[in-house]
């Protein structure tokens, strides 16, 4: 059984940085798209970021464009996501996806989801 486990939240102060990262285990992916997704207290989840299997022409949600940078490894059927200047209303859970494709992923048509982790930024 295949599972999504993420890595790298925390606390950070406003203007920091964090990288999240997000490895399979249990087997591995093959070509799929990854994409990172977050949810804030008494909310819907919500898309951050999506990219395909090549890592060419990634989605980012308006909100991030510009300071989270989305990659990913599909040999090693990883993704990051690097998030700069991080702001208080990015604080949330932090969810990593697959799914074969890319509009999938976009769809919330997800095959697999990791577990989430909790990004908290405050001074």
């Known amino acids: 059984q295949v599972r999504l486990i993420e890595s790298g939240g925390g606390l950070v102060a406003p203007g920091a940085s964090l990288r999240l990262s997000c490895t399979a285990s249990?087997?591995?992916?093959?070509?799929?798209?990854m994409g990172w997704f977050r949810q804030f207290p008494g909310k819907e989840r919500e898309v951050v970021a999506v990219?395909?299997?090549?890592?060419?022409?990634?989605y980012y949600t308006a909100a991030v464009r510009g300071r989270f940078t989305i990659s990913v490894d599909t040999d090693k059927s990883a993704s990051d996501l690097m998030m700069n200047n991080l702001k208080p209303e990015d604080t949330a859970v932090y969810f990593c996806?697959?799914?074969?494709?890319?509009?999938?992923?976009?769809?919330?048509?997800?095959?697999?989801w990791g577990q989430g982790i909790q990004v908290t930024v405050s001074a």
């Open positions: 996806a697959s799914a074969p494709t890319f509009a999938e992923v976009r769809n919330f048509e997800i095959q697999y």
């Open positions: 249990g087997g591995t992916l093959g070509r799929v798209a």
């Open positions: 990219i395909p299997w090549h890592g060419a022409g990634p």
